[in-house]
């Protein structure tokens, strides 16, 4: 199972906005709706940020949105901060029964 | 509040082994699916294996298939990983992670501090 595809950086000014995507197969982002991301600061453990494609859990800000179209899913983030600064992974079930992780997104805040 | 609790990393010559466990805490254990999941130093998220919640389904990536084996114990509140005939790749921080359901595709809600594992000669 290959890694999902993730843009290796991205940045943007506090206050705009940014879009990482993640692209994977029909066997995995594009044939389920488990689609999640994670956000990780160094050091620390990883963080649920998304699940089911576009579902925000409790105490994550809505500034953190999530979407699918086809095989690629895409997580934004609004209303850059300095503390969304992070290392960001988006992951999917597959119809192996198993987990693909993408190779994650450095987020870098100017 | 959920809690998870990785103990039993260290440094392992390869083709050695070590078993990590994974205690729970601030849920019902037995509801829910477990996964192991690690980080190579600098690098990004691997999946390794996912057990749900009765034990019944048991699933590993092809990376550690026939070497590491998955287990639970429901009445301890505990997720273990034995892992042998190790290799200098396996070297990475271990995190156990809640799923998001008791069997079947889940996401990953919960997630432990990491232990860290190192085979080295």
């Known amino acids: 199972q290959s890694a999902l595809t993730q843009p290796a950086s991205v940045s943007g000014s506090p206050g705009q906005s940014i879009t990482i995507s993640c692209t994977g197969t029909?066997?995995?982002?594009?044939?389920?709706?488990?689609v999640s991301w994670y956000q990780q600061h160094p050091g620390k453990a990883p963080k649920l940020m998304i699940y089911?494609?576009?579902n925000r859990p409790s105490g994550v800000s809505n500034r953190f949105s999530g979407s699918k179209s086809g095989n690629t899913a895409s997580l934004t983030i609004s209303g850059l901060q300095a503390e969304d600064e992070a290392d960001y992974y988006c992951s999917s079930y597959t119809s192996s029964s198993t987990w693909v992780f993408g190779g994650g997104t450095k987020l870098t805040v100017l | 509040e959920v809690q998870l609790v990785e103990s039993g990393g260290g440094l392992v010559k390869p083709g050695g082994s070590l078993r990590l466990s994974c205690a729970a805490s601030g849920f019902t254990f037995s509801s829910y699916s477990m996964n192991w999941v690690r980080q190579a130093p600098g690098k990004g998220l691997e999946w390794v294996s996912s057990?749900?919640?009765?034990?019944?389904?048991?699933y590993y990536a092809d990376s550690v298939k026939g070497r590491f084996t998955i287990s639970r114990d429901n009445a301890k509140n505990s997720l273990y990983l034995q892992m042998n005939s190790l290799r200098a790749e396996d070297t990475a921080v271990y995190y156990c992670a809640r799923g998001t359901k008791g069997v079947g595709a889940t996401d990953f809600d919960y997630w432990g501090q990491g232990t860290l594992v190192t085979v080295s000669s």
């Open positions: 057990i749900s919640s009765s034990s019944s389904y048991i």
């Open positions: 089911e494609v576009s």
């Open positions: 029909s066997s995995d982002v594009g044939g389920y709706n488990y």
